[in-house]
């Protein structure tokens, strides 16, 4: 018996350590994806483009800041392009995507949110309901690739205080 408690908080530990690494990677995503994202609404919006150029440069700028916030870190820690650029993409594709996928229809779910001008807060309400119901679309995501050895389980150890230099 003391084996099967054993064991259960051993799966208790790892399944707790699992969702703050998926919590980790998801905030992380998010925060380069909220970057570009925002910014792209902000110069669409301010430039007057049309709803669809509007979430085509967010959405590119969202790829790009996303896989900034993993590009930056690896290159600090001394990998190679020919490493960092591969693993980039493996860690953060499937994320962004979701979240993108995610926070622009809900943008164009809400009634006026992109026609909404800078100064309404229809506009900045809108985008920050957009981003959480996103990220929260994203953890499952990347809880899954993590626990399958995927996704930001492939560049972790060069995040943070904890990486190898």
Known sequence: MPNEVEHSGHDATRRESLNK???SATVHCLTGCAIGEVLGMVIGTAAGLSNLATIALAVVLAFIFGYAMTVVPLYRAGLAWRRILPLAFAADTASITVMEIVD???MLLIPG???AQLSDAKFWLSLAVALAIAGLAAYPVNRYLIMRGQGHALVREHHGPHAHH
Do not use: E, R, T, V
């Open 21 to 23: 690494l998926a919590f």
């Open 104 to 106: 622009n229809a809900i």
């Open 113 to 115: 949110a992109m026609d």
